[in-house]
C-alpha cells in the first residue's frame, strides 16, 4: 500500500474543507471497499480523512412520514431498525443480502453508494481497464462479460454498480442530503447520484471534489407491498447477477448497469394496466447482449414478473 | 502515529505507520497471533475480532481508526484456563480439523449471538417485524463470512446451536 496522511476530524465543515483542499484526498468511512482497494494499488489517496467520528449516524422521522438516515449509520443498524423493517422492508432484504454480518457492521449508507465496481478487469491492473487507467481500453467488451451489464453501456465501459442498498433506494425515490466544499448543502435524487459510463467510465458520480453524503432521505412510504429479489452464484455472501426492487408499483434494477437501474418502462407499463410478464419485459426489451451475459436478460424479466406478482399478493419476502 | 487501543481490557500505546491494518497491529505489534490472516480481503473471515463488541474483519480496518476503541482478539474471549462456553462448545463438538479459521469463527459466533439476541434480521428471516428464532438456516446464513477450508461447517453449526441454546 501506497504511503498516506491521516486526519480524523469532529466536525462536518472541517472533512469537508480538508478533502477539498487537499489534492489526492479521500473520505474513509467504514473503509470495507476502499482500503481493499489500496491494497490493490486500485486506490492509491495520498490523504485519508476519516469521517467515523463526525455526527451522522442518527437516523430520524421527518415530518411528512419520511425516515431521514444519516450518512454514518451502518449498514446493520439500518437493516435493523424497527421503522426500516415495518414501513421499508425492501431497504433491510436489500441490505441483508450484501456482504457478510462483518462487512455490514462496518459498511456505512454513504460509503455503500459510493463502492466500485467488482468488474475483475477493474481489479486486475495486468489488464486495461478505462475506469482505472482510463484511455486503456475496455477488456470486458469482448472478454469475462459474464457480470457486466445490460443497460447504459458504452463502447467504453460495461461495468455494474455493485450495490443491493442502492437498488432499494433507487426504488423507493430516495434522496440524499451533501455538504459541498464551500459549506453549501444541496439534495439530489439518489438517482441522479451515479453517471452512466459513456465515455468517463472513471467519473462515476455527480459529487464535487470534496462534496460528503451527510444523509439519505426516504419519502414515506408508498402504498404497495415491498420485495427484493437478487440472483448470485451461491446463497451467501456473494455480489449479484442481478436483482430486482418493488416497491408499490416503483422498480429497480441491480447489478444491471453503471448505476442502480430504474426500470421506468416497466413502470409505465404497469400504469397502462399490463400484467406482471409484459410490464417485466417492455424494460428488457431495451436491454444488450454482450455476449455472456445476455442469459441476464432472461433472468431479469422473470425474477421482475415474480417479484411483481409477489408484492402485489403481498407475500413476504 | 500515535494510536492507543484498549485490547482485551489492557490499553495499548502504539505508534504506527497509518498503513497498518487493525490486524497486523495486533499481530505484528501487540504479538497477539490468535487472529489470523487469511485472504487479507475481508473475504475469509479468519481475522474477525470484536471493536466495541461488534465483530468485523479486522484486516479491513485501518489501526489507527480505532483510537481508543475497545479490542477483543480470541485471547480475550477466553483461554486455557478460563474456556468461553464457545471454545468448550468447539471442543465438544469437534468444529475444527487444522484450526486456521477457528479463532475467527468463534469471534465472530460470539458477535454473531449478540446480534441475533439484538433481534438483527438476516437474509434468512422469513419475518421482519416478528421475533428471530436461531435456526440453522439462520445460524449458516448469518455465519456466510466465515470460511472453513476443512469444511467443518456441520459441527461449527452444531457448536453455536450449543452454546444459542444455554443464552436463550
Known amino acids: ?317 | 502515529m500515535k494510536t492507543t487501543i484498549t485490547v482485551n481490557g489492557q490499553a495499548r500505546s502504539l505508534d504506527l505507520d497509518t498503513r497498518t491494518s487493525l490486524l497486523d497491529a495486533l499481530r505484528e505489534h501487540l504479538n497477539l497471533k490468535g487472529s489470523k490472516k487469511g485472504c487479507d480481503h475481508g473475504q475469509c473471515g479468519a481475522c474477525t475480532v470484536l471493536v466495541n463488541g461488534v465483530r468485523i474483519n479486522s484486516c479491513l480496518s485501518l489501526a489507527v481508526m480505532h483510537d481508543g476503541d475497545e479490542v477483543t482478539t480470541i485471547e480475550g474471549i477466553g483461554g486455557e484456563e478460563n474456556l468461553h462456553p464457545m471454545q468448550q462448545a468447539f471442543l465438544e463438538q469437534d468444529a475444527f480439523q487444522c484450526g486456521y479459521c477457528t479463532p475467527g469463527q468463534i469471534c465472530s459466533a460470539v458477535g454473531m449471538l449478540k446480534e441475533a439476541a439484538e433481534n438483527w434480521p438476516s437474509q434468512a428471516s422469513e419475518d421482519l417485524t416478528g421475533a428471530i428464532a436461531l435456526t440453522d438456516a439462520e445460524i449458516r446464513e448469518r455465519m456466510s463470512g466465515n470460511i472453513c477450508r476443512c469444511s467443518a461447517y456441520p459441527q461449527i453449526i452444531a457448536a453455536i446451536r450449543d452454546v444459542a441454546g444455554e443464552v436463550a
Not at chain 1, 480523512?49 to 449516524?57: C, K
Not at chain 1, 486486475?124 to 475496455?138: A, Q, T, V
Not at chain 1, 459474464?146 to 455493485?162: D, K, L, M, V, Y
Not at chain 1, 460528503?212 to 408508498?222: C, G
Open chain 1, 1 to 317: 500500500m501506497r504511503p498516506f496522511t491521516y486526519e480524523r476530524p469532529t466536525d462536518v465543515a472541517a472533512a469537508v474543507k480538508a478533502v477539498a483542499a487537499t489534492p489526492g484526498a479521500k473520505f474513509l468511512a467504514g473503509g470495507t471497499n476502499l482500503l481493499d482497494l489500496m491494497k490493490l494499488d486500485i486506490e492509491q489517496p495520498t490523504h485519508l480523512v476519516d469521517v467515523n467520528r463526525l455526527p451522522l449516524a442518527g437516523m430520524e422521522d421527518t415530518s411528512d412520514g419520511g425516515l431521514r438516515i444519516g450518512s454514518m449509520v451502518t449498514n446493520s443498524h439500518l437493516a435493523a431498525d424497527a421503522r426500516v423493517r415495518s414501513r421499508y422492508s425492501v431497504l433491510t432484504q436489500a441490505i441483508v443480502s450484501g456482504g457478510s454480518g462483518q462487512l455490514r457492521n462496518k459498511a456505512t449508507a454513504g460509503g455503500n453508494l459510493l463502492q466500485r465496481t467488482r468488474c475483475a478487469y477493474f481489479y486486475d491492473p495486468s489488464k486495461p481497464c478505462n475506469k482505472r487507467l482510463p484511455g486503456s481500453g475496455c477488456s470486458a467488451l469482448d472478454g469475462l462479460n459474464r457480470n457486466s451489464a445490460i443497460f447504459g453501456a458504452s463502447e467504453a465501459c460495461i461495468a455494474t454498480h455493485p450495490s443491493d442498498m442502492a437498488v432499494a433506494l433507487t426504488a423507493l425515490g430516495a434522496s440524499l442530503e451533501t455538504m459541498t466544499a464551500d459549506g453549501a448543502t444541496r439534495t439530489l435524487a439518489v438517482a441522479d447520484l451515479h453517471r452512466l459510463p459513456g465515455d468517463t467510465p472513471h467519473i462515476e458520480t455527480t459529487l464535487a471534489a470534496g462534496e460528503l453524503i451527510t444523509a439519505v432521505v426516504l419519502p414515506p412510504a408508498p402504498a404497495g407491498g415491498q420485495v427484493y429479489r437478487k440472483a448470485r452464484d451461491r446463497a451467501s455472501y456473494a455480489g449479484g447477477l442481478a436483482s430486482v426492487a418493488v416497491v408499490g408499483s416503483q422498480v429497480a434494477f441491480g447489478a444491471v448497469a453503471h448505476k442502480p437501474w430504474r426500470a421506468e418502462k416497466t413502470e409505465a407499463a404497469l400504469a397502462s394496466g399490463a400484467g406482471a410478464v409484459e410490464a417485466a419485459h417492455a424494460e428488457l426489451a431495451g436491454a444488450q447482449d454482450n455476449g455472456k451475459n445476455g442469459f441476464k436478460i432472461a433472468l431479469v424479466a422473470r425474477m421482475t414478473a415474480d417479484a411483481l406478482a409477489q408484492a402485489r399478493e403481498g407475500r413476504g419476502a
